[in-house]
């Protein structure tokens, strides 16, 4: 496996880990761990926590926004992660985008199963989408974006609300229970994800529940006609890989703008890593710069293209 420098070292730093065996609350304190050793983001005019639709979320506001917003859902299979586990990123996108922030602590399994996370996410993209109570926001420049797990709920609500959401940004987003791409088949041991722990996660967040269900695998959906323009963000050795930028060819398929960008040499998760990892800096980069072009006017674009690319 050939890793970019920065990935390989933080890959060598990394502790095994077997998901099936180390307690829950050992896994949620590793992973806010994780999200400390991230990193600091810039300075943003206003910060705060509040309610909104019973859901806790941290809102994110610079001195120069423009009106525009994005929802962020964080990733962590629906298991794991918090308003910390993204804080850096939403400051970034917030302060280079010019964007009202809003993270979305939703609820997390297995207390708190399918559909659960969708229907909070549901809620405060709606509450966002209605002009975000007393912050101004332009509900015809509203975008949803998400990693991983967050990726998926960001997909699934972008269909439930595709007539009023702007943008959608899917960083290695998790879009097909089933598992069954190439690459889901492919990455059966480490660095990184792995198949195996992706699937314990669906198992977690959704026992029982069949794998096509469009909230949980909106590949699947019968139809993605009408859904708002994507970015997708995709990394080489990810078992996520193929089912991401399937994705984003389904969406140009049904007349959507979508883009699906595969970044080499990385693994699941660098995108959060940017502070110490340099593709995921350049990625952040691009996602600041296509929110901020998708959500200057809310104008949706000029019908479907489906363009791929590696960076």
Not at 136 to 146: C, E
Not at 152 to 159: D, E, I, Q, R, Y
Request: some cysteine; charged content about 20%; proline content about 6%.
């Amino acid at each position: 496996m050939e890793l970019h420098p920065d990935a390989r070292r933080l890959a060598d730093q990394a502790v095994p880990r077997d998901l099936r065996t180390v307690p829950l609350d050992v896994l949620r304190t590793g992973a806010a761990v994780q999200a400390r050793a991230r990193g600091d983001g810039p300075s943003v005019a206003m910060i705060r926590e509040e309610m909104v639709a019973g859901v806790p979320v941290r809102l994110y506001r610079p001195a120069a926004a423009s009106g525009a917003a994005v929802v962020y859902f964080h990733g962590g299979g629906w298991v794991l992660g918090g308003l910390d586990s993204i804080d850096r990123t939403c400051r970034l996108l917030a302060d280079g985008a010019d964007l009202t922030v809003v993270n979305v602590d939703y609820r997390l399994a297995p207390e708190h199963p399918f559909p659960a996370a969708f229907d909070d996410a549901l809620a405060v993209t709606r509450w966002a989408v209605d002009g975000g109570g007393d912050l101004g926001i332009d509900g015809a420049r509203v975008g949803v974006a998400g990693d991983s797990a967050g990726g998926n709920l960001a997909a699934a609500v972008a269909l439930a609300c595709r007539s009023a959401v702007a943008a959608q940004l899917l960083v290695y987003p998790a879009v097909d229970a089933t598992m069954s791409s190439a690459s889901a088949q492919s990455y059966v041991e480490g660095p990184g994800l792995v198949a195996d722990e992706m699937r314990w996660f669906y198992e977690q967040y959704a026992p029982g529940v069949p794998r096509d269900e469009w909230r949980l695998s909106p590949l699947l959906a019968p139809d993605l006609t009408g859904a708002p323009p994507a970015l997708v963000i995709t990394a080489e050795h990810d078992p996520l890989r193929d089912e991401g930028e399937s994705y984003a060819l389904a969406l140009a398929e049904a007349g959507v703008d979508a883009t699906s960008v595969r970044y080499q040499g990385v693994t699941h998760g660098f995108f959060g890593w940017g502070a110490v990892i340099a593709p995921g800096a350049t990625a952040t980069a691009q996602a600041i710069d296509w929110l901020s072009q998708r959500l200057r006017s809310g104008h949706r674009g000029h019908g479907p293209r489906s363009r791929q690319g590696v960076a």
